[in-house]
């Protein structure tokens, strides 16, 4: 009971962000449905195109008849949730487990005179715990809005619930087991995701493809199995827990037979490479090299798969029938340059995400002595936080091009309209100032405040809602355009308009100078 | 500035919101000399180590390292120093030899016989990733770096907490050699026996303030030697009475041994005394560093 209480103490933060976000997007937004379509001809209409359209069927899966407000919320935010409770689920299992091994924290426990198995049941507990708050939370928010949206029933609501909280506890526990397994902490992240990225894949092929079968291997698709305010199979919910509580068995029996700190799979800790670096920045490259090519390789794979399945989103826009979240983001203008506007949004989410991460690494080396070691040969005071800055900004960039150059390859083979290459590429690449002012922002807290570096976030959380929520949410569009994602014009258009692109570059420039200086005038963090 | 001052602190003063790490501390350090930095957990030492790096800057006071001043220069003064952290965290996707590699070409220069000379004298397999190493191995990683690199002066903040035995009698040796070769050692240490064994002068310090500072063997003239012996029944009220006019006045008549802490002009007269008296068993234990050391310890207890 203490080491749970001590495990929420530590990550109290992580947890009740990402429940407050989670549940805040999942009730803040089941309103917005209800005024989508004003007529029910015209949602009918709109439903019978999202059914067709195989572009919003593999995003979101198939969309149940008659298609009420209730089931649009369910099948348009249900499958943005369920993503992101998977992504938390990896995240928080991994920093409960083995990245605890890591920094020592269960060596602490297990040294306090607790068994062997205390820290896994513990993580357990905790993952239980919040799996039940995000199920009460979300189940709650959503019902308590029966009778004022159409189709909102209690029962609705709670299987919406269970399917959330059913969800995370699903991933974790495939997460867990992983966890055994894999070599390395980072290992065992990268494992997650891809397996987050797998489980994606599966149920996007069984629902663009008919095997419903298929829906049965991929944690992503209980809510496709469950169908909250449709058929609302609950045994479907009783198979998704048997398969955990499985999971979590054999991730327990993994968990005996390995050492501690280390995965069932051995890693491969020795080689003869030399390393031949000379500037802070060479290291800094160096050091982020891994995590470059695997967020490039991550953003590539999802932002040409974007670009690919835009075909039918396009069309049916040319025909002015897109409406709810995806008609939000595609807005009136040409459908190919509103497609790829949206396309070009999450490739920018995620390079943001990129860049905050990349930069914050100069801070936990810092905190780690490392900054210390860099600068007694001999480095001046701002290099650490100079170089790590520019490789965020280079490593957006290459993130971003290579994404860029392989949707403009791929788009036009699937999609019909004029300069659609063009755009697929500009949409992309114009990112790159969003990336660019999250990495100077973030320099700029280390620099100058180090404690609020948690502070890093926020400019990407409040542009990514704007930029995906704000037109479901009704907020006008000077708002909407503070946030940093909306400032890509349309290229292929002559007379571009890039103020807002420049205005960017322009304070991530004054961010970056602004963090140098500040790192000058500040001590250098010690433990 | 004196020329042959490695390090030159005067009323240092390095306040955190309203807690003053070092509050008040002079520190100097001869050109050639290894100096111990002696103290309790918590007297200041790593901070006034972080000041003399430029790593923090200083409150209030007059810092000079190898002649310029940290809080403006500090990148030409580390340029010359080779520093050594008591906990020692690596980059852990790097081999040993990698981070090697990457302080060497930051620093700019290196020499790479004295760094294999010296992987191989510490036993480390250099090819090992950081993340497999121990607490020692990694130790063993910073001391190669600062040992073979070029440097005036090697600031070591407790150097030797993770290594065993036999590494420490290495790193003494290195540090020999490394004074032998015209640099200049700040020895921040718990171990006594090691800054006994390598220190020509001495800094202790507690709770930011210095306590005592100078060169070991007239720290020692300065402080008392243990004496015990064993006295007959018949001598030792005697012997108690004239101990008292030498102004001992707390042995106990009724036990057999005496034990006392004479200062060290006294000690020949009080042996002549026990002498004279027959007592048995006479020993004179020379002061040692721990008792120098646990003599300032005691009070801070209190």
């Known amino acids: 009971m203490t080491a749970l209480r001590l495990l929420f103490r530590t990550h109290r933060w992580t947890i009740t962000s990402w429940t407050v976000l989670l549940i805040g997007l999942a009730g803040g937004t089941v309103s917005a449905y209800q005024t989508t379509y004003p007529s029910p001809e015209q949602r009918r209409a709109a ?15 198939t969309l149940d008849d008659p298609g009420t407000p209730a089931q649009t919320f369910a099948w348009e935010i249900g499958a943005i949730v369920t993503i992101l409770v998977a992504i938390m689920a990896v995240l928080l299992t991994i920093s409960l487990t083995r990245a605890a091994e890591d920094n020592g924290t269960i060596e602490l426990l297990r040294s306090a005179g607790t068994g ?77 995701f ?81 390393l031949d670096v000379h500037s802070g920045v060479g290291l800094a490259a160096r050091l982020s090299r891994r995590s470059v090519v695997t967020w490039t390789v991550a953003v590539a794979a999802i932002g040409t798969l974007f670009s690919a399945m835009g075909s039918g989103v396009v069309q049916q826009s040319r025909q002015g029938d897109v409406g709810g979240f995806l008609g939000s983001q595609i807005g009136a203008g040409d459908p190919v340059a509103g497609y790829f506007a949206y396309s070009g949004t999450v490739d920018g989410l995620a390079v943001c995400t990129f860049a905050v991460l990349c930069v914050l690494q100069v801070q936990s080396d810092e905190t780690a002595g490392r900054v210390d070691q860099v600068l007694a040969t001999g480095r001046r ?46 949409y992309t690449l114009g990112q790159w100032p969003a990336a660019v002012v999250m990495a100077g922002w973030t320099a700029l807290l280390i620099g100058r405040w180090p404690r609020l570096s948690w502070l890093a976030w926020a400019p990407l959380l409040v542009g990514g809602t704007l930029a995906l929520l704000g037109d479901l949410l009704g907020v006008p569009d000077r708002i909407e355009n503070l946030g940093i994602f909306h400032h890509v014009p349309d290229f292929a258009r002559s007379g571009a308009d890039v103020r807002g692109l420049v205005a960017l570059l322009v304070l991530a420039a004054g961010a970056g100078l602004l963090a140098v200086a500040g790192s000058l005038r500040r001590d250098v963090v010690a433990r | 500035m004196q020329d042959n001052l490695a390090v030159e602190v005067e009323h240092l003063v390095k306040r955190f919101g309203s807690f003053a790490a070092v509050d008040g501390l002079d520190l100097t350090v001869r050109t050639g000399e290894v100096h111990g930095f002696l103290g309790p957990n918590g007297a200041g030492k790593s901070t006034t180590i972080r000041v003399l790096l430029g790593l923090y800057r200083a409150t209030a006071g007059r810092v000079r390292v190898l002649g310029l001043d940290p809080a403006r220069q500090a990148a030409e003064i580390t340029r010359r120093i080779s520093y050594v952290p008591g906990e020692v965290n690596l980059w852990p996707n790097l081999t040993g030899q990698q981070v090697l590699d990457a302080l060497g070409g930051l620093r700019g220069h290196r020499d790479l016989d004295a ?101 070991l063997a007239e720290m020692r003239h300065l402080a008392a030697s243990d004496v015990s012996a064993r006295l007959s029944d018949g001598l030792r009220s005697a012997v108690v009475e004239r101990l008292r006019s030498l102004g001992f006045s707390h042995p106990d008549p009724a036990d057999d041994e005496i034990r006392l802490s004479v200062p060290r002009d006294q000690v020949p007269a009080v042996l002549g005394l026990l002498a004279e008296a027959r007592a048995q068993d006479i020993t004179c234990t020379p002061a040692r560093l721990e008792d120098l050391f646990l003599r300032h310890y005691e009070v801070a207890a209190r």
């Open chain 1, 116 to 192: 062997p198995r205390t820290p896994l049941r513990t993580a357990l507990a905790a993952l239980t715990l919040v799996a039940a708050t995000l199920a009460l939370g979300c189940g709650l928010t959503v019902g308590l809005q029966s009778g004022r949206e159409d189709g909102i029933t209690g029962s609705g609501a709670a299987a919406f619930g269970g399917v959330v909280g059913l969800t995370f506890l699903l991933v974790a526990a495939l997460t867990l087991v992983l966890a055994q397994v894999a070599p390395t902490t980072t290992d065992a992240r990268l494992l997650g």
């Open chain 2, 115 to 215: 760094e294999r000379r010296l992987v191989a004298e510490f036993a480390l397999d250099p090819s090992k990733l950081v993340r497999t190493y121990s607490k020692g191995n990694r130790q063993k990683v910073i001391l190669v770096a600062a040992f073979a690199a070029r440097t005036e002066l090697l600031v070591l903040d407790e150097p030797t907490s993770g290594l065993d035995p036999l590494m420490e009698e290495l790193f003494r040796r290195c540090v020999r050699e490394a004074t032998a070769a015209g640099r200049t050692v700040l020895l921040s240490s718990h171990i006594l026996a090691e800054a006994e064994a390598l220190c020509e002068s001495l800094t202790i310090i507690k709770d930011g303030r210095l306590v005592e500072s100078g060169r």
């Open chain 1, 194 to 274: 891809a397996t987050l990225g797998l489980a994606f894949a599966i149920r996007a092929v069984a629902d663009t493809r008919h095997l419903d079968g298929l829906n049965w291997l991929s944690p992503l698709a209980l809510r496709t199995d469950v169908r909250p305010f449709a058929h609302e199979r609950w045994w479907a919910l009783a198979a998704g827990l048997l398969v955990t509580l499985v999971l979590t068995a054999l991730a327990a029996t993994l968990a005996e037979r390995r050492e501690y700190g280390a995965g069932l799979l051995r890693r491969r800790d020795r080689h003869d490479d030399r």
């Open chain 1, 47 to 61: 439903t019978e195109l999202a059914q067709r359209d195989t572009a919003a069927t593999l995003l979101y899966g």
């Open chain 1, 381 to 426: 005071r701002w290099e650490p936080l100079a170089a790590q800055l520019a490789v965020a900004v280079g490593g957006s960039g290459v993130v971003l091009l290579v994404t860029g150059l392989l949707s403009a390859a791929v788009a036009p083979t699937v999609i019909s309209g004029s300069d659609v290459a063009a755009r697929a590429f500009g």
